[in-house]
């Protein structure tokens, strides 16, 4: 019966014995292992070597541990010859054996030996022993020695080692009987301990051993401070659980279902899925601590609580990526919501163009300022939908708090964010379009002026850290897209003006208001009110009529209503006669049918040239009107009256036209002091309407110098111009306007200042076309044009003689005639 002694010093010797291969386990020797062992193979090669070998088996590591049937590829080249020293047979057909470490030995497949991995078979191995060599002597005691000191301490760390092996191990004087007794303890990969079973030399197999054990030392050191650690969290969290849950079963006895703690664990979640700055995050985590700490039936609590959620439904950082608009899209969305309004347009394409080049841009701050019903605010939404963004509307119109901006101090009771941050709570992302509609109504009292507190709202230079006051952080204003809207700039203050970008939107002309009228209003309308297409039909006079007789403004809100109430009565004729296909059409005639007399008219020329009577023309909200001048003399002592409520400026007009009359009387074939037997009369009609403006000027001298020369007007002649002392022709506003009040009164010939002359470029070529227009720098090129039979600036040169003044003014106003 094959047997190997204990030593290993004996000269090598080859043995026939069954062989067992190991997942993840080295056998030593002098070691004594137990060992599970489950595989068919296995069994049979333990059960051969109880029956034939004398309990003894070769027990080799495999290479991969994850094969099941290795080959002898698989296998190491050393292994241990080992005895049996137990065996039990458990229930599920598993042996549990005992096996205990002789000697080191290689291997190779012997002539009768079966294929290590064959089923059915155990495998049998030529062994062949292994003899130690002898290394260095001399340093091999102090190596022992630090191998028990090293002991000790792995001992004191590691109390899964049985006091009594250390203390069996610490009386081992042999280097490799010593390295073989402590590899087994190490908790090591065993690759390194079959790199240990491979050392022959005793002396470098202990230096081996040496190393790994203080590295395991380390380890164990390591993981028992981990383990402390962890303990001591485990047993906090397991207090903190059995307190949370005594909490729980109070609350749940008196009524009271909501868990704070499980409240503030949810705030702390949000917290941290929110992207804010470090500072904000901080102070928000204090709020939540704080509240942790207060009973949840306190009114403070809930005070709290407000302020966690509403720094928590915030957008913050969340930015909708709108880098990849199409600008030829947000084009056509633009034109399709609005007629015109090319220059609100072109500046939203602009912005959006930059956006495509420029990663980060901060938020444009645009005011449209305009008469009511223009489409300054729903332009102001097709601008987020053609950006893909969110829209937000704040009306400011009455507001006079400062706090309605800015907020309210979390000191007073009901205290809430301002308008700004309670908008921005309701929309996801921080990049939204806000429309801040009337801005020009805001008023300032006692509580403070809210118009000031927009100014670092719109700020592009401040907005990037607003400070609510009751949020009492820095948010990020820097990315919203800002439109205003106003009527007038007269109530914005400056500096707020000047932080914003100011376009004008003038009101529509006739024609606009006709294409918008057809091209949004009417299948508006037709849809909303149940019709169609084929039920209702307007001619294109049709509409003009409605644009000119039944309504007077610069937008198109009244000129819908007058839609709707059209179709609003051809759906009651539709109901009446049970028709549903029947056919309405409106023409000019059936307006009046439809909508009752005429509201409105508009200013036409004289049918024929009269003394005294001029046209000019005046531009409103509404659009340009034509503006009848009427001078009437009477004897008197030289008083000028001015009728036809004027306002401050323009009468200033009419007293600088007689002051200029005055100084060229002797030009024009007038007495010096023909001023002092004639009372002037100088009237506007459509008396109940406001009128001002330095544009009349031009227009109040022809007046004038018709009646007191007897000479008429042209009436298919209009002007406009305001006019100094010196008979200078200053240029004016609003000429779009008022040459389409020409156009549509018959005038067939406009005298316009000059330095307006530029200004035709903004006029629609179809008015252009219809009207002849006559640039004039001073008094003298408007007489020449005027006045009916006038080719030279001075009457009396072409005459020779003063021309026949009106009946009974006649001898007071003529100069003698010249010889």
């Known amino acids: 019966m094959p047997t190997f002694g204990f030593d290993g010093k004996k000269s090598p010797e080859t043995l026939t014995f069954p062989m067992m ?30 029956a034939d070998y004398g309990k003894q088996i070769f027990l ?10 290795p ?42 030996s079966a294929t290590p991995g064959g089923e059915g078979a155990y495998p049998k191995a030529l062994v062949t022993s292994l003899v130690e060599t002898q290394g260095a002597t001399s340093e091999a005691q102090a190596l022992i020695r630090a191998i028990h000191e090293s002991l000790d301490e792995f001992g004191k760390v590691n109390k899964k080692v049985a006091p009594e092996a250390i203390l069996a191990m610490s009386t081992i004087k042999d280097p490799g009987q010593l390295a073989d007794q402590v590899m087994p303890h190490l908790k090591i990969d065993f690759a390194l301990k079959q790199e240990v079973l491979e050392e022959l030399d005793p002396f470098k197999r202990l230096e081996r051993v040496y190393e790994l054990l203080l590295g395991e030392i380390e380890i164990v050191s390591i993981e028992k401070r981990v383990k402390g650690r962890v303990k001591d969290q485990m047993e906090k969290n397991q207090r903190e659980y059995y307190l949370n849950e005594q909490v729980k079963a109070i609350n749940k006895e008196m009524g009271r279902e909501d ?11 949000r917290l941290n899925a929110k992207s804010m700055t470090d500072e904000n995050r901080e102070r928000v985590r204090k709020e939540i601590k704080k509240m942790r700490t207060m009973q949840s039936s306190s009114a403070e609590y809930t ?16 930015i909708k990526d709108d880098s990849g608009v199409d600008i030829k899209l947000a084009r056509t969305i633009l034109d399709e919501d609005h007629y015109g309004l090319e220059k609100p347009k072109e500046r939203i394409l602009e912005y959006l163009a930059v956006q495509t080049l420029v990663e980060t841009m901060k938020g444009p701050i645009l005011c449209f300022v305009g008469p009511p019903g223009v489409g300054k605010t729903s332009i ?13 509307r704040l009306s400011l119109g009455g507001v006079r708090d400062e706090a309605e901006i800015r907020g309210h101090r979390r000191t007073y009771v009901g205290a809430m964010p301002g308008k700004i941050i309670q908008s921005l709570k309701r929309v996801k992302h921080n990049n939204p379009v806000i429309c801040l509609d009337e801005v020009d109504k805001m008023s300032a009292d006692f509580r403070g002026d809210p118009s000031s507190a927009l100014l670092e709202v719109l700020d592009p230079e401040q907005n990037y850290a607003f400070n609510d006051h009751y949020l009492d952080l820095d948010y990020d204003l820097s990315k919203v897209f800002f439109i205003t809207t106003a009527n007038s700039l007269d109530g914005i203050p400056l500096p707020l003006q000047d932080r914003m970008e100011i376009i004008r939107l003038p009101g529509y002309l006739e024609n606009e208001k006709v294409q918008i009228a057809k091209g949004f209003l009417l299948p508006k309308q037709i849809k909303q009110h149940g019709l169609s297409s084929d039920n209702l039909k307007f001619s294109e006079n049709a509409i003009l009529n409605v644009v000119r007789f039944y309504t007077r403004e610069a937008g198109v809100r009244n000129l819908e209503r007058e839609i709707a109430s059209i179709c609003r009565k051809s759906a009651m004729s539709i109901v009446e006669d049970n028709d549903r296909d ?8 059936s307006l009046e049918k439809m909508l009752g007399v005429t509201k409105f008219t508009y200013g036409e020329r004289e049918s024929a040239a009269q003394v005294g009577i001029c046209n000019g023309l005046a531009w409103t909200q509404m659009g340009g009107e034509m503006l009848l001048v009427e001078v009437a003399l009477m004897p008197g002592k030289g008083r000028v009256e001015i009728t036809g409520k004027l306002g401050d400026v323009m009468q200033e007009s009419a007293r600088a036209a007689v002051s200029y009359i005055r100084a060229r009387s002797d030009l024009l074939g007038l007495r010096p002091d023909f001023y002092r037997k004639v009372d002037i009369h100088i009237h506007v009609p459509d008396g109940a309407t406001p009128k001002d403006g330095p544009s009349a000027g031009i227009t109040l001298t022809t007046a004038l110098i018709s009646a007191l020369l007897n000479i008429p007007v042209r009436h298919d002649l209009a002007m406009t111009g305001e006019i100094t002392l010196r008979g200078r022709v200053l240029p004016i506003g609003g000429l779009r306007e008022k040459l389409l009040a020409a156009h549509r009164g018959l005038i067939k010939t406009v005298l316009i200042p000059a330095e307006n002359e530029k200004n035709l470029k903004d006029v629609p070529k179809d008015i252009l076309k219809d009207l002849e227009i006559i640039p004039v720098k001073n008094m003298d090129e408007v007489i020449d044009r005027a006045l009916e039979g006038t080719g030279e600036t001075v009457w009396v040169k072409q005459h020779g003689e003063p021309p026949v003044s009106n009946g009974l003014l006649k001898e007071e106003l003529q100069k003698p005639a010249r010889q």
């Open 380 to 392: 102001a939404k097709s601008i987020a939908r053609s950006m893909d963004r969110d829209f937000l």
């Open 259 to 269: 868990d704070p703690q499980a409240e503030a664990l949810d705030l702390e979640e």
């Open 71 to 112: 080959e002898p590829e698989d296998l190491y080249e050393v292994g241990t010859v080992s005895k049996i020293l137990q065996m039990l047979r458990l229930p599920d057909g598993t042996i549990k054996v005992l096996f205990e470490g002789v000697s080191r030995a290689t291997w190779e497949v012997g002539v009768d």
């Open 303 to 318: 005070v709290v609580r407000n302020y966690i959620d509403w720094v928590l439904d915030l957008p913050w950082d969340n």
């Open 582 to 589: 029947k056919n309405i059409h409106i023409t000019k005639q």
């Open 60 to 69: 080799v590591t495999q290479k991969n541990p994850e094969k099941e049937h």
């Open 21 to 50: 291969s190991l997942r993840e386990v080295v056998m030593f020797p002098r070691s004594i292992v137990p060992l599970f062992v489950g595989r068919e193979a296995s069994i049979k090669a333990i059960e051969t070597a109880v």
